[in-house]
């Protein structure tokens, strides 16, 4: 009877547990060893794991696709440790990623201790290799990186070195800082006088090599700081000119160096070798200020940076700068590429004494047939600032709901103006034609340009109704037409007007 009733109690206790089991499961899904968390249980998850590492990803992002197999990856090689990986979908708990300011993808974050205010960001990883070294790193000391130099030499990887006297100075702190800022990159820390001496230098800095290599050396300063060296290593670690691919895109965007070269050219060409040379020469000058980038033409994978630069293959070789922060650009004014040409325009470029190129679509045929005429970047001004027509555009994207709701309603300002051959109503693709105009506002903008021998812009700010708009034309073309009788009235300015207008032509 006593063994009956404990058989009892042991099977009682197992269903127990396996029921906790089973409610657990539910509370924390899993896919591939990863949690899968969202709103509902993501405090639960940071109360139960002291170090939970999150990924929060874009389903339709192909780096969130590859941080999310470099997580399956680690997750493997963390279970039974006191890290657990986990990912949450911003498209699906965008409540969530707002709550925690993580709504740029991919972002990663280490939360400690149940803590979600005082997260550790995570570098976006290449690997599932460089979350396990960023972890280790974070956990270690800089004397976990002290090793036999000579086993690293030979590396086909580019090889980090910092030779120290001493392990406890701010320099180490400063070094191994930045290693755990780049887990992709090996990184090493010598005392060995022998092994540095062959590479003429002392105590005190970082070397770059490769293949035994010495690619360029660092001399550590007491200004030196983290994100310095951050930067030196990110650039040094790419050749002078980088080819944009599907692998080295990241790599690029992600460069602390803001300012890009792109060679827009056909490697296949009989000259490109001697406008690669000058290009490479070019690159080494503006090492740490622009970052030179080549572009293939005659790759079909790169369609869609032609067409962002709005490069045609036929047109290579060109050169265009671009700053990521504002996204201006600058052409090269000019057919030859020579590395004197070349340093020339990176100069005025960093100076500011460079112009930027204003892009245009090429003029349609039969653009002014119908009512509405289509203008372009280039002939935007011609028409515009044309003295003896009042000229009324609509600044439009060809992508925006608002915008496309104005077409039917320009259409017919269009049609009530048919037969005055002094008012032209246009519109024009603001997506695809730099706009050297100050327009305000939003698009669509909407804005008159009155018949009158000065550069003047009246913006519409009225209802978009056929009515007031016909109003608002008719009342700025009686406002030019008293202008222009002041001005007519007055013999010396007329003549200067006159005077100026015929320099502008």
Not at 72 to 88: I, R, T, W
Not at 368 to 382: H, T, Y
Not at 395 to 408: D, G, N, Q, T, W
Request: net charge neutral; hydrophobic share 40%.
């Amino acid at each position: 009877m006593k063994r009956l009733l404990l058989l009892c109690v042991t099977a009682f206790c197992l269903g127990v547990c396996v029921a906790a089991d089973t409610k657990e499961d539910k509370q924390f899904p899993e896919k591939d060893g990863v949690l899968q968390l969202k709103k509902g249980n993501f405090k639960r998850a940071l109360r139960k794991h002291d170090q939970l590492l999150v990924h929060f990803f874009a389903p339709l992002s192909g780096e969130s696709q590859r941080v999310s197999t470099a997580f399956q990856g680690a997750a493997a090689e963390l279970k039974g440790s006191k890290v657990k990986l986990a990912v949450v979908d911003v498209s699906k708990e965008k409540d969530l990623a707002k709550e925690l300011n993580a709504t740029g993808h991919p972002v990663i974050r280490l939360y400690l201790s149940g803590d979600k205010h005082n997260p550790v960001a995570c570098p976006v990883p290449q690997s599932s290799a460089s979350i396990l070294t960023w972890l280790k790193r974070r956990a270690g000391s800089a004397a976990d990186l002290v090793t036999d130099l000579s086993q690293s030499e030979a590396s086909e990887e580019v090889t980090v070195v910092g030779f120290f006297k001493e392990l406890n100075h701010e320099y180490v702190q400063v070094f191994y800082a930045t290693a755990v800022e780049l887990p992709d990159v090996r990184f090493v820390v010598t005392q060995d006088d022998d092994v540095i001496a062959k590479y003429g230098h002392t105590h005190d800095v970082v070397l770059m090599l490769k293949k035994s290599k010495l690619i360029k050396a660092y001399k550590m300063t007491p200004e030196t700081s983290k994100g310095v060296l951050i930067v030196f290593i990110t650039i040094y670690q790419m050749d002078p000119v980088t080819e944009y691919t599907g692998q080295t895109a990241s790599q690029i965007l992600s460069s602390p160096v803001l300012n890009h070269a792109l060679l827009f050219v056909n490697k296949s060409s009989e000259d490109f070798d001697e406008i690669f040379s000058a290009f490479s020469t070019a690159a080494e000058t503006f090492r740490m200020k622009i970052l030179f980038v080549l572009v293939n033409v005659a790759e079909l994978r790169n369609g869609r940076m032609m067409e962002y630069f709005r490069v045609r293959d036929f047109e290579a070789p060109l050169i265009r700068l671009v700053n990521l922060s504002n996204h201006v650009t600058y052409h090269l004014p000019s057919d030859a590429l020579s590395v004197e040409i070349i340093e020339r325009f990176c100069q005025d470029y960093l100076e500011g004494k460079a112009k930027p190129k204003m892009q245009s679509e090429p003029i349609p045929e039969g653009w002014d047939q119908k009512p509405v005429k289509e203008l372009v970047g280039m002939n935007l001004e011609k028409v515009a600032f044309n003295p003896d027509k009042t000229v009324f555009v609509l600044f439009y994207l060809p992508y925006s709901k608002e915008s496309r709701a104005v077409f039917p309603l320009w259409e017919e300002l269009a049609e009530a103006f048919e037969e005055r051959e002094d008012v032209v109503i246009t519109r024009i693709d603001a997506s695809a034609n730099d706009i050297n105009l100050s327009v305000q506002g939003t698009y669509p903008s909407l804005c008159l340009f009155p018949a009158l021998y000065a550069e003047r812009v009246v913006v519409y700010t009225g209802k978009k109704k056929l009515k007031p708009l016909i109003k608002f034309v008719e009342k700025e073309m009686e406002k030019a037409k008293k202008y222009r009788a002041k001005v007519n009235d007055h013999p010396y300015t007329c003549a200067f007007v006159c005077f100026y207008s015929c320099l502008c032509v």
